[in-house]
């Protein structure tokens, strides 16, 4: 597992999902420069980096995007993902841009099955048929695509169908990521954000499909103790560590931050056969919901 640098490079977005992460930041955070950006780039580099995913916001909106995938690919980097709601790769011309100026791979964002789900949280009216398309037009160039679906009350009973449909779309890799309670999310908690036992047995249907056609699928923000004989498909165990630069805000390490900060075990959780592995759920679900969910395993599942 190499470095990989996060550089958030525009907060400008064509959804306006009710779990946003990013909250008002498209209103108050300026979009960097192709300065700002190289200089990302270059320190990043300096420090060990040989992956970078350029993400936001919406990235494809930023005029230079492809300018700073030319950059990373002539600076060494070996891998470049674009992290996105995948709506503009509808447009070939511009998906070849970016795949000839050096891409890796594309991971676009789908929340739901159909068109009135996915649509009814991204309140972007087409863009289920936008992203779908994208995808489609990806693989028909022979690019990578992993996906990203954010767990939340409106659209968790349809993981089943969408772990099908990314079967049908050829996705190399697939993810359910339990939403984190902040930005919009926080505002929109008391409805949006789910228990996660109550949608575990859908997440784990979706993984089943997934290993019945070899993809990779994975969870992230799920702990341990509810993935009992999913252990394989916990994302905190291969996500990079790397830089995070997020506006004004720069992080060393999101590793460290999510491990440290971002995240939360229990006291209980000590004597968990897990412990030193999981990372536990993101701080705000348990200001939620409380610890009754998470049971400590004394003994490893035979699954």
């Not at 992956?51 to 470049?80: N, S």
């Amino acid at each position: 597992m190499g470095n990989r640098a996060d550089i958030k490079i525009t907060f400008k977005c064509n959804n306006h999902c009710d779990f946003c992460a990013q909250g008002n930041k498209r209103d108050t955070v300026t979009q960097l420069t192709k300065e700002q950006v190289e200089n990302d780039l270059l320190d990043a580099a300096s420090k060990g980096a040989d992956m970078v995913t350029f993400t936001g916001g919406e990235p494809t909106l930023h005029p230079q995007l492809i300018d700073f995938v030319k950059f990373a690919k002539k600076h060494g980097y070996k891998y470049i993902q674009v992290q996105t709601n995948g709506r503009t790769f509808l447009y070939m011309d511009f998906l070849k841009k970016l795949r000839d100026a050096g891409v890796s791979e594309l991971s676009p964002s789908l929340h739901g099955a159909c068109s009135a789900t996915h649509d009814g949280l991204t309140h972007a009216p087409g863009s289920f048929v936008q992203t779908v398309s994208g995808i489609m037009n990806a693989r028909k160039i022979g690019m990578s695509v992993i996906t990203n679906t954010v767990v939340t009350s409106k659209n968790y009973k349809e993981f089943p169908k969408m772990a099908a449909l990314f079967a049908n779309l050829g996705v190399c890799q697939f993810q359910f990521a339990f939403v984190h309670i902040i930005g919009t999310a926080e505002i929109n908690k008391n409805w949006l954000v789910p228990k996660k036992t109550e949608v575990l047995p859908y997440i784990k249907q979706g993984l089943d499909i997934g290993r019945r056609y070899h993809i990779r699928c994975y969870t992230e923000a799920i702990p341990f103790c509810l993935m009992q004989g999913y252990e394989e498909c916990v994302a905190e165990q291969i996500i990079p560590e790397g830089p995070v630069f997020d506006g004004n805000v720069h992080l060393e390490n999101y590793a460290d931050y999510r491990k440290n900060i971002g995240k939360t075990k229990a006291e209980s959780c000590k004597k968990c056969i897990y412990y030193s592995r999981c990372e536990g759920p993101w701080c705000e679900y348990p200001e939620l919901y409380g610890w009754d969910e998470f049971v400590p395993v004394l003994k490893e599942s035979c699954n």
